[in-house]
């Protein structure tokens, strides 16, 4: 088996946060070996610090060398399916024993809602909460790869051609939930894919340990090994993002999605490719107004006061001769990003500075960067977007996830979580018709049931029917704005002016 460990930390040491690591060398006693312990320490800190330089470049070559190159996926280069000592399974859904009485297909279509009330809740006096199915993980839940597969169908071939050439990258901030994250990965799985966890801080050894040995039996699934105190209000949480986005340069993917622990997948592999492929490099990133007392307008936000570009002459003079600073914008942090998005935010740009100053803050911190590059006129990022709608009162929503706030009437399991509702098997028909990309939330040790079941849909619907884009509203997606911007400007050849755009299309 192939593992990627340790691959981003020195680099994100030295460019993110500036530091370098403590290299300590043991001094030994005895005075007659002073000089001789001394002068050896010196010879390899001298030789550590090479190394550490060569491969930083050596990292830095890569990511340009991708940057450059035209994406087409190529299984030789990437995953050896020789080592993965796997035969080709068949593919297979098995439902957690708890869970195995389940009749999944009754909970959607017409009639699902008279079956959960009647099935679920035998007796109308007994409430939903006490008839869901609940999961913790166990104790002893087998950890081996054999075991993994055997839960689980994880393909060993894309699905389709098309899924193929459009290979995706998901990158997830962890803490909680073992086995419910092993679910989700199966139900996303494909080998030209690429996955990457960050461990919160606050997690547990035992869940911990099972994410990196999950990472152990797949090529394309790695774990950083750092690990980030992530909180609710946000902080960390992108520079746990851009750790996880470093480390998977090496693979070659068209987007990539920011994730936090319980989003859920709610589309295939299929139709996210196809969705993307409508975006055409566009980023799927929230443009709302930015509250501005989460940001510390003390503070120097110009291009040259950041840093911003490495190329130093960039800071000086903005796109379109734009004056060089930011303009402020949020949104959640869940996000799809376009290849050359996360290359011109890796590679083009130094974020250190403009990450450290949003940190201060102490409040939807995570909110705050990306969708003010998104918007951010005078950076021109690549698949970005512009302010000058918000200007003109308009916000942008995104399609990354769906979250539904806080309303006592539109909630069937009437539980809500920090304002948000927590789904149950009598929401699984309702989300089928969403477009959003992922589900913000179940949770399994509150409706595994409906997790289970969701799965299942997924599965048959990836396995079972044919790949088909028939099932997704196309002029819904290429009527959003951001996509009809990145259309325009594409079509404009560099003459294209954000004021003139309409934002209400
Ligand atoms: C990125 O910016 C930080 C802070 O200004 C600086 O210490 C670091 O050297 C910069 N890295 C690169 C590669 O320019
Ligand atoms: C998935 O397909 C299997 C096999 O055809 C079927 O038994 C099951 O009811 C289906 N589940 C759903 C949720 O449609
Ligand atoms: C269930 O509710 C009905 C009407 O609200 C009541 O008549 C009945 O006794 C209840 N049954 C139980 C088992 O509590
Ligand atoms: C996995 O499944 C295969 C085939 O059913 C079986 O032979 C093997 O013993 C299983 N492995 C484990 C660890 O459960
Ligand atoms: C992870 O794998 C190692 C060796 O394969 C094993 O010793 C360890 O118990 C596993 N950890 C967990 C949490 O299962
Ligand atoms: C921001 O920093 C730049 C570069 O250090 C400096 O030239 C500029 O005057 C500063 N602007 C403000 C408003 O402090
Ligand atoms: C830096 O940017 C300037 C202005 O865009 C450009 O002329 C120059 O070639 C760039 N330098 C490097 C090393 O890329």
Redesign the pocket.
């Known amino acids: 088996m192939i593992t990627y460990h340790g691959y981003s930390k020195i680099r994100l040491l030295n460019e993110v946060f500036g530091s370098r690591e403590d290299i300590s060398v043991k001094k030994k006693s005895g005075m007659s070996w002073i000089r001789y312990i001394l002068t050896i320490s010196a010879a390899i800190l001298i030789i550590v610090c090479i190394a550490l330089s060569y491969i930083d470049y050596e990292i830095m070559d890569q990511a340009k060398n991708l940057y450059n190159k035209p994406i087409e996926w190529d299984s030789s280069t990437l995953i050896s399916f020789n080592t993965v000592q796997r035969t080709k399974p068949k593919p297979f859904f098995i439902k957690h024993p708890i869970a195995k009485d389940l009749q999944c297909a009754q909970m959607y279509g017409d009639n699902s809602k008279e079956y959960i009330q009647n099935w679920i809740l035998p007796n109308k006096n007994v409430s939903y909460a006490r008839s869901r199915i609940q999961y913790q993980d166990e104790k002893d839940l087998k950890m081996d790869c054999d075991s993994i597969n055997n839960r689980s169908y994880f393909p060993v071939e894309p699905r389709t051609d098309f899924e193929a050439k459009f290979p995706l990258a998901f990158v997830r901030i962890v803490y909680t939930d073992y086995l419910f994250l092993e679910m989700e990965l199966a139900a996303s799985y494909t080998p030209q894919n690429s996955y990457c966890y960050m461990i919160d801080k606050k997690a547990d050894k035992i869940f911990r340990d099972r994410i990196h040995n999950l990472t152990k039996c797949f090529p394309n699934v790695i774990a950083t090994t750092r690990e980030y105190d992530v909180d609710s209000a946000g902080h960390n949480v992108w520079p746990a993002f851009i750790e996880c986005l470093y480390a998977l340069q090496k693979f070659e993917w068209r987007y990539a999605m920011t994730l936090q622990n319980h989003d859920i997948l709610a589309k295939t592999n299929y139709e996210i490719a196809q969705i993307f492929t409508w975006f055409n490099g566009a980023n799927d990133v929230e443009v709302l107004n930015p509250k501005m007392d989460r940001i510390d307008t003390n503070l120097?936000w110009?291009f040259?006061?950041l840093n911003l570009f490495r190329n130093a002459s960039k800071n000086l003079i903005g796109a379109h001769g734009l004056p060089p600073k930011l303009n402020w914008a949020k949104g959640y942090a869940e996000s799809s990003l376009s290849r050359e998005m996360v290359n011109f935010m890796l590679i083009e740009l130094n974020l250190t500075t403009l990450m450290r100053q949003i940190e201060v803050k102490s409040f939807g911190i995570d909110e705050i960067m990306l969708p003010t590059l998104q918007a951010t006129d005078a950076l021109d990022a690549p698949g970005g977007f512009t302010h000058a709608c918000l200007d003109k009162g308009k916000e942008i929503f995104h399609i990354t996830r769906y979250s539904r706030w806080y309303d006592n009437t539109n909630c069937p399991t009437q539980y809500f979580r920090h304002a948000i509702c927590i789904f149950g098997v009598e929401d699984l028909e309702s989300l089928t018709k969403i477009p959003s990309l992922f589900i913000n939330k179940f949770i399994p040790t509150f409706d595994f049931g409906a997790l289970t079941c969701w799965y299942e849909r997924l599965f048959n619907r990836t396995y079972l029917e044919e790949p088909t884009e028939e099932k997704l509203d196309k002029n819904f997606y290429l009527s959003i704005p951001y996509v009809r911007f990145q259309y325009e400007k594409l079509k404009s050849n560099g003459n294209f002016d954000p004021q003139k755009f309409n934002c209400t299309g």
Do not use: H, K, L, V
Request: aromatic share 0%; charged share 25%.
């Open positions: 120097n110009t040259e006061g």
